[in-house]
C-alpha cells in the first residue's frame, strides 16, 4: 500500500513538472511572440513616420498624407494592445489622430511640381516616391485603402517618376550637345525615347517630349554629317597637298 502511495506521488511530481515546463514554454513562447509584434509594430511606425518627413520632396495629396498616417495609427494602436498603459504610445495615438482630424497637409500637385537641377534631391524624391508606392500597394493589400485612390495615387506617382527620368536624361543630352559630345548625347536622347516610346498610353508630356528629342536627334545627325563632310575635305585637301609636292618641279640648287 505504501508503495503504491509512492509511486502515485512519483507520478504526480512528474506530472506537475511536465506541466509546469509545458506552461513556461507556452509563456516563453508568447512573450517571444509578443516582442516580435513589438518590433513589427515599430518598424512600421518608423518607417511610416520617415514617409511623412519625406513628404516634404514629393507632391502628396490629402488621401496619401492620410493614409500614411492611418498606417501609423493603426500600428500604435496594435503596439497599445501589446503594451497596455504604455503613456508614450497613447499621447503619439492622440497626436496622430488630431492630424488625421484636422486634415491639414502640405500638399502639392505632381504635375505642376518644378523639379530641381540638383539630381542628389531628385535622387532623394525618387526615393521618397517608391517608399510611399510600397506603402501604397501593402494598404491597399490589406483591404485599407479603395482600389480607385491606390490607382489615383500610383499613377500619379508613376507619371512623376518617369518625368524625373526623361528630364534628367533629357537635361545631361543638352549638356553634351553643348560640349560637342554629339554621340553622349545621342545616348541620352535616344534612351529617353525608347522609355516614352514603352509607356502604354500617350498624353501631352509624352507627345511634346517625343517631339522634343526627334528634333534634337536629327540635329545631331546634321551636325555629326556635316563633321564627317568637314573631315573628308580636310583629309582630301592633305592628300592633294601631299600629291602637290610629289609631282612639283625639283629645285635646281
Known amino acids: ?21 509545458t506552461m513556461q514554454q507556452q509563456k516563453k513562447k508568447q512573450e517571444e511572440e509578443r516582442r516580435r509584434e513589438i518590433i513589427k509594430f515599430r518598424a512600421i511606425i518608423d518607417e511610416t513616420e520617415e514617409a511623412v518627413q519625406n513628404a516634404a520632396g514629393i507632391p502628396l495629396s490629402d488621401e496619401g498624407f492620410a493614409i500614411l498616417l492611418s498606417r501609423e495609427l493603426n500600428a500604435l494602436k496594435g503596439m497599445l494592445e501589446l503594451t497596455p498603459g504604455n503613456k508614450e504610445v497613447g499621447n503619439r495615438i492622440q497626436q496622430v489622430q488630431t492630424k488625421i482630424n484636422s486634415g491639414d497637409f502640405p500638399t502639392g500637385d505632381a504635375e505642376s511640381m518644378t523639379l530641381p537641377e540638383n539630381e542628389k534631391q531628385l535622387i532623394g524624391i525618387i526615393q521618397g516616391i517608391k517608399k510611399f508606392r510600397i506603402i501604397l500597394r501593402s494598404e491597399h493589400g490589406k483591404g485599407r485603402i479603395s482600389s480607385e485612390i491606390f490607382v489615383k495615387e500610383d ?10 527620368n526623361i528630364e534628367t536624361q533629357m537635361r545631361r543630352g543638352k549638356v553634351a550637345m553643348s560640349k560637342n559630345m554629339s554621340g553622349s548625347a545621342r545616348q541620352y ?17 509624352i507627345i511634346t517630349r517625343l517631339g522634343e528629342i526627334e528634333e534634337l536627334l536629327s540635329q545631331i545627325a546634321t551636325d555629326l554629317k556635316s ?6 575635305k580636310k583629309k582630301q585637301s592633305e592628300e592633294n597637298d601631299d600629291l602637290d609636292a610629289l609631282f ?6
Open 227 to 232: 563633321a564627317n563632310l568637314d573631315d573628308v
Open 1 to 21: 500500500m505504501l508503495f503504491a502511495i509512492i509511486v502515485g506521488l512519483i507520478l504526480g511530481l512528474v506530472v506537475i513538472v511536465v506541466v509546469t515546463n
Open 189 to 205: 536622347f535616344e534612351k529617353a525615347k525608347l522609355t516614352l516610346e514603352k509607356q502604354n498610353y500617350a498624353d501631352e508630356y
Open 248 to 253: 612639283a618641279p625639283k629645285k635646281k640648287w
Open 155 to 164: 499613377k500619379k506617382f508613376e507619371k512623376l517618376q518617369l518625368r524625373i
